[in-house]
């Protein structure tokens, strides 16, 4: 089973380490602020005080077994771009890193991290399209080309089939999967027929996917 290290508890990280830990894995959590690290002790494997950018602190707790770290250390941005270089040094496989900015990203790619994200802003991204279009339920940026988005049908769509609908050729998107209630249909065939209240999960360009926001403000 993979293990799972989640360095800085703050609302991101302690997220993380507690929803991986309910998927069943296990997961040492760590912060230097000790009344983190009893806040989430019952739910984790393992939580533990210690700084994170300290060597020995870190080589004392074996992080060097663990396959994945995930650096949510936000403020400090000298300590997140530490402890992800103390973590890939050390030879975890997967280093995560939680970045601020641009730059900050730039600093994390460069002392190794596999993967920068950045909760804020993409966050931010999802509410904003979903602010500015009655249709979008939710957005998820793939690149800076393409995104995955939610639908909810628009009446015009309803009780036609998706051969009917054209999406492809009309609005530049592919349906994935269309949800309907808590069933999904995750390989829908171009005779299923959209009901009203379905939500359509498709893939597009930025371009394509601005063009369906327009139309539906
Ligand atoms: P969030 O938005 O996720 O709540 P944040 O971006 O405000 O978090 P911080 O609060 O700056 O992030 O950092 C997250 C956690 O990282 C804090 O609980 C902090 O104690 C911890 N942390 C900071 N530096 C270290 C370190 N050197 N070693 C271990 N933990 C650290």
Same mark, same amino acid.
């Given at each position: 089973? +993979? *293990?799972?290290?989640?360095?800085?508890?703050? !609302?991101?990280?302690?997220?993380?380490? $507690?929803?991986?830990?309910?998927?069943?894995?296990? =997961?040492?959590?760590?912060?230097?602020?000790?009344? /983190?690290?009893?806040?989430?002790?019952? @739910?984790?494997?393992?939580?533990? *005080?210690?700084?994170?950018?300290?060597?020995?602190?870190? +080589?004392?707790?074996?992080? +060097?077994?663990?396959?994945?770290?995930?650096?949510?250390?936000?403020? #400090?941005? *000298?300590?997140?771009?530490?402890?992800?270089?103390?973590?890939?040094?050390?030879?975890? &496989?997967?280093?995560?890193?939680?970045?601020?900015?641009?730059?900050?990203?730039?600093?994390?790619?460069?002392?190794?991290?596999? !993967?920068?994200?950045? &909760?804020? !802003?993409?966050?931010?991204? /999802?509410?904003?399209?979903?602010?500015?279009?009655?249709?979008?339920?939710?957005?998820?940026?793939? $690149?800076?080309?393409?995104?995955?988005? %939610?639908?909810? =049908?628009? &009446? %015009?769509?309803?009780?036609?089939?998706?051969?009917?609908? %054209?999406? @492809?050729?009309?609005?530049?998107?592919? =349906?994935?999967?269309? @949800?309907?209630?808590?069933?999904?249909?995750?390989? &829908? !065939?171009? #005779?299923? =027929?959209? @009901? %009203?209240?379905?939500?359509?999960?498709?893939?597009?360009?930025?371009?394509?996917?601005?063009?369906?926001?327009?139309?539906?403000?």
């Amino acid at each position: 089973m +993979r *293990q799972f290290a989640i360095i800085g508890l703050g !609302r991101f990280g302690s997220s993380i380490a $507690s929803t991986l830990y309910s998927l069943g894995y296990d =997961v040492l959590a760590i912060d230097k602020n000790e009344e /983190r690290v009893e806040d989430i002790s019952d @739910r984790v494997t393992h939580a533990v *005080q210690a700084d994170a950018t300290d060597e020995a602190a870190i +080589r004392t707790l074996g992080l +060097r077994n663990f396959d994945v770290a995930v650096v949510t250390i936000g403020n #400090d941005i *000298q300590a997140s771009i530490m402890v992800t270089m103390l973590c890939k040094e050390l030879g975890i &496989p997967k280093v995560l890193a939680k970045a601020q900015g641009d730059l900050h990203a730039k600093v994390l790619l460069k002392v190794g991290a596999d !993967r920068v994200v950045f &909760p804020e !802003r993409d966050m931010g991204v /999802r509410v904003a399209h979903n602010l500015v279009s009655s249709s979008i339920v939710d957005f998820i940026e793939l $690149s800076d080309d393409y995104s995955l988005v %939610e639908l909810s =049908v628009w &009446p %015009e769509w309803v009780d036609k089939n998706l051969q009917e609908l %054209e999406m @492809r050729v009309k609005y530049g998107i592919n =349906v994935l999967a269309i @949800r309907h209630g808590s069933s999904i249909n995750v390989s &829908p !065939r171009s #005779d299923d =027929v959209i @009901r %009203e209240g379905d939500v359509l999960v498709a893939i597009g360009s930025n371009q394509n996917i601005k063009r369906l926001e327009a139309h539906n403000q």
